[in-house]
């Protein structure tokens, strides 16, 4: 299996860091391929530029392997912290310039752009791991848990990813070492039962 996994935090010892390393060990264990992307370290740039939105538009080698990583995925795991009930705006902006027309969805022919189009994806689920410092029960009343429908309805289920697991851990800021071991435990479990033998 091919996975595409994705961390989106400027801070290398951040506990974002933590999971995805840990999710990383997990699937590698259990024999899949990891195409992985710290967007920070690597410095993408997340402005989308106006020659880049047509389908057919010449890419730069870098969001064309991107693209071409992310078509070819058997499953996405994507980690980043709840900043403003978003993700930060590096990886919004990869989703601008990665999960492209032609590459993640494309629309029906007689379409002309208006109306629902088909997801194009492979991956046959996909995981997101949120870091937060609001309580879950305030996310859930006052905010409505923006991530949860940006993820599954407005990128992944839109883009024909049928299969989702997504998981917020919080309050990560007063969490103490031994909270944050016990979630890293989440993290290889949830590894183990989707990566696991099948």
């Known amino acids: 299996m091919n996975v595409s996994l994705i961390v989106a935090h400027p801070n290398p010892q951040s506990f974002n860091h933590a999971i995805v390393e ?15 992307h710290d ?10 530029p106006p020659e880049e939105i047509a389908q057919d538009a010449k890419l730069a080698p870098e969001i064309g392997r991107h693209s071409s990583e992310i078509a070819a995925a058997d499953a996405i795991v994507i980690v980043h912290p709840n ?4 993700p930060p705006a590096i990886l919004k902006g990869w989703i601008d310039r990665v999960m492209r027309p032609g590459v993640a969805y494309r629309f029906l022919e007689g379409d002309s752009g208006e109306g629902v189009p ?11 791991f949120n870091t937060s410092n609001t309580s879950p029960q305030r996310e859930s009343e006052v905010f409505g848990d923006p991530l949860q429908t940006l993820w599954r309805n407005c990128v992944f289920g839109l883009c ?4 989702f ?3 917020t ?3 990560v800021v007063t969490s103490s ?12 479990a949830e590894m183990g039962r989707w990566f696991g033998a099948r």
């Not at 900043?83 to 978003?86: F, N, T």
């Not at 024909?160 to 299969?163: I, L």
Request: one cysteine or more; charged letters at 25%.
């Open 83 to 86: 900043w403003w009930g978003q």
């Open 39 to 48: 967007l920070y370290a690597e410095g993408f740039e997340p402005l989308l």
């Open 22 to 36: 840990c999710a990383a060990a997990q699937i590698k264990a259990f024999n899949h391929s990891v195409w992985f």
């Open 169 to 171: 851990f919080s309050v």
């Open 160 to 163: 024909g990813v049928k299969r």
């Open 118 to 128: 088909l997801g194009l994806l492979r991956a046959k689920f996909a995981m997101v």
């Open 165 to 167: 697991y997504r998981r």
């Open 177 to 188: 070492a031994a909270q944050r071991e016990q979630w890293l435990e989440e993290v290889r």
